[in-house]
């Protein structure tokens, strides 16, 4: 990684605020875990903690290629012309990233406004719901479509499931040739069952490289082809954790990702058990979703490792504030503060004022949201919550793209810092052997009747 630039002389992307842990730690408590997660740097960058062999990500924002990106343009404008909906098949690190960034990205309604410039994108494969994938092929039906299959194996059971109807449902309408113009496949370079199809049907293909585990795979073709071929500027995005890349192999206390790990730990030590993820833009709610894969399938496990929630505000302090106020104190909040909207509202005076409100005329609708964050913010701290806040600049593909790296970088250090293996998910395998065996999958007919006997 690059170490010729301090960190001062960088283009600050993402920042992080330690006002609203006042009084929550000593000064030696917060040099003994910025040390420790200096040392958690060196393993992760050097390569030299477990799951080390799954860090392709690390360099991979500045390795993206000028052909990789021209390729993406290429279909994106291809399907501009006469696709209408793009169906992207994934689960878990597949389908997540490249959601967050959608929403965080797209206007609120756009689904609404009707056809725009660019087709529209809805999500397949993410859950086994027979109602979802009969109402998507209503969808489908009434769509000029293509699809979008992201798997390493094609064969992990809710995509496979969903593109297997896929696939059938656009074979009924267009021809072998034309549907192999209509999908293109993200799946491992030379096996699996999905790159078998892909090579059988005449696929277009992209590689998950070998060294990139799915939470970690929005900056590959997983996360930037649903992107572009939604219209988004992924030559942006690249750029923002480009820059932020460059922050973030500085070894230095001004390296936002060092401290917001050390806190965490710091803060886990304490007894806070749970981290809430707060957002006050409702765009920001799926990337609060990525976050908490991102968290909680690298750090929970060994019986260790802090529970990753998340809440909207203004929205879940009609539900959720009463608790996060008064309720057991083994939470702490980060907040994910955007400075500057892309539009904004001004509140206009009303000659009756009977809700009250004209004390806020001339004021914008986010100057509210600020006082918002920033009350609820004290509110909390007083009621025994401490608070770390992540600062943007805006809402755009450059700082998303900052953003995400930033949270990889820093969940790399982190869960080294519990002494934990980043990139694997042994516990995820469970679930899946009960459904098979459950579902009659050959070879599981002891296990099945074990579980039969149980329940």
């Known amino acids: 990684m690059d170490n010729s630039l301090h960190i001062s002389e960088l283009q600050r992307v993402v920042s992080v605020d330690l ?22 740097f060196d393993t992760l960058v050097n390569r030299v903690g477990r799951g080390g062999e799954f860090l392709g990500w690390l360099n991979l924002p500045s390795q993206i290629s000028d052909s990789q990106r021209e390729l993406l343009m290429k279909i994106a404008n291809d399907w501009k012309s006469d696709i209408e909906l793009v169906v992207v098949v994934g689960i878990g690190g597949s389908y997540l990233g490249s959601k967050a960034a959608l929403e965080a990205l797209s206007h609120h309604f756009s689904l609404h406004l009707g056809k725009g410039e660019w087709p529209q994108i809805v999500f397949a494969g993410q859950n086994l719901s027979g109602e979802y994938l009969s109402e998507l092929t209503d969808l489908i039906d009434k769509r000029s479509t293509a699809a ?6 094609g064969t992990t059971t809710e995509p496979a499931v969903a593109f297997r109807l896929i696939k059938r449902v656009l074979g009924q309408r267009y021809s072998k040739e034309e549907c192999q113009r209509r999908v293109v496949a993200i799946t491992d370079k030379s096996k699996g069952a999905l790159k078998k199809m892909a090579d059988d049907e005449g696929y277009l293909t992209f590689v998950i490289p070998d060294d990139v585990g799915g939470r970690y795979s929005v900056l590959t073709p997983v996360g930037l082809l649903p992107l572009a071929v939604a219209g988004m500027d992924v030559n942006a995005m690249i750029e923002g954790a480009t820059a932020m890349q460059a922050i973030c192999s500085q070894r230095s206390r001004e390296n936002p990702a060092i401290v917001y790990a050390a806190l ?5 030590s304490q007894g806070k058990k749970i981290e809430i993820l707060v957002n006050y833009n ?3 709610q799926y990337f609060s979703e990525w976050w908490k894969q991102l968290f909680g399938e690298s750090e929970g496990k060994e019986g260790r490792g802090i529970f990753p929630a998340s809440v909207n505000f203004t929205s879940d302090l009609h539900s959720m504030g009463q608790y996060i106020q008064e309720g057991e104190r083994t939470i702490f909040e980060t907040v994910i503060s955007v400075d500057k909207p892309k539009r904004d509202l001004v509140i206009e005076s009303d000659q009756e004022n009977l809700d009250g409100l004209n004390f806020l005329s001339g004021k914008t609708v986010e100057e509210c949201n600020k006082m918002a964050e920033l009350g609820t913010m004290i509110a909390h701290m007083d009621g025994g919550v401490p608070n770390i806040k992540i600062g943007i600049p805006a809402l755009n593909e450059y700082n998303i793209g900052a953003l995400f790296y930033f949270f990889e970088f820093a969940c790399g250090i982190s869960a080294y810092m519990l002494d934990i293996n980043p990139f694997d998910q042994p516990g995820v395998e469970d679930y899946k052997r009960n459904m098979f065996a459950l579902l009659g999958k050959p070879g599981f007919e002891e296990l099945a009747a074990k579980l039969r006997s149980e329940i």
């Open 282 to 284: 409702p765009k920001l």
């Open 19 to 40: 006002k609203g842990l006042k009084g929550s730690y000593k000064e030696s408590e917060y040099e003994l875990y910025i040390k420790t997660a200096e040392q958690s």
């Open 148 to 153: 979008i299959v992201i798997s390493k194996s």
């Open 264 to 268: 965490r730990n710091l803060l886990y």
